[in-house]
């Protein structure tokens, strides 16, 4: 391993703990909020607070875009997977669903990234990385499962969920692919998607209740609420997001796939520190379970190390030769 792969690794590595940070407070902010207003609310205004945040970066030179004269259909297919059909499916399918159903089948993310990565990408995982990444689900799976197993039987919320599955995962899938685009292009794509969609569904929405008037004064009525989608925005769709696409384009699909459970784990930390929220034996073997899968994940095994020092003194030898 070179210096400059070293270096990849060390960066792409700290994008996707910030992501995960990020995302992982994600909820209190959330929580604040799904009380008093709609999900389409709150998509609408948080991804158009993204979309003006990363116009801005760009007119401050910030984020450099270059867009024009460029075919745009690979940004288009990774803004169509996430934010669109991703936040779409999930919002309807957790709602469907009981907490234990979504929690489950939305950690198996990781798990379709793998096996869709060979095919896609040429980038087939070795064998620790499958068996650290199905560590992680399982950890991710018995953390969404401590309160107990309930069954909703919506079949239609079944099928919400796993699209939003498909949908995460292909989004790390084709973001690793659009190698031709930089990470801040391709966050500017999703997030302009993201609030062309969720503004136009929000507008019909309130166009039928009569409250077009009450939806574009919300933020400065509610300051609870601004505060809430400046965080969302802000924080976690143009910062998070763009992290996710640099940390993707450094360490590659798998690598980046098993970070996935480490959002939950920051939530369920971040319920215990912020909200006392109990913590039981049963989550702190899930996170467990999740870390060491994530090592596992993303560390080499001695020999492989070793195997690489050889090579690299070897093609040191043969240049100086």
Known sequence: MNDHERKNIIVGTLCHLLAAFLFGFSFLFVKITVENVSALTLLAWR????????????LLRAVKLDLKGKNLRPLLMIAVFQPVIYYLAETT????????ESGTLLACI???TLIFSGPLLHEPPTKRQVVSIV???????GIALVKGFSSSLNVLGYALLTVAMFSDSFFVLFSRKASAFSSAEKTFVMMALGALVFCGAAFVEHGINNTVGEFLTLPFRDTNFLWSVLYLGVGCCAI????????????????????????????VLAGVIILKEAFSLWQGAGTLAVLLGLYGANMLPRGARKIEEVKEQADETEEHA
């Open 110 to 112: 990781p798990i379709v």
């Open 47 to 58: 991804f158009f607070i993204a979309f003006a945040a990363m116009g801005l970066m760009a």
């Open 93 to 100: 399918g957790i709602k469907l669903t009981t907490a234990s």
């Open 135 to 141: 560590l992680s689900v399982l950890g991710v799976t």
């Open 240 to 267: 998070g997001f763009f992290l996710c696409n640099y940390g993707i384009e450094l360490l590659g699909a798998t690598r980046s796939a098993s970070f996935a459970g480490l959002t939950t784990v920051i939530s």
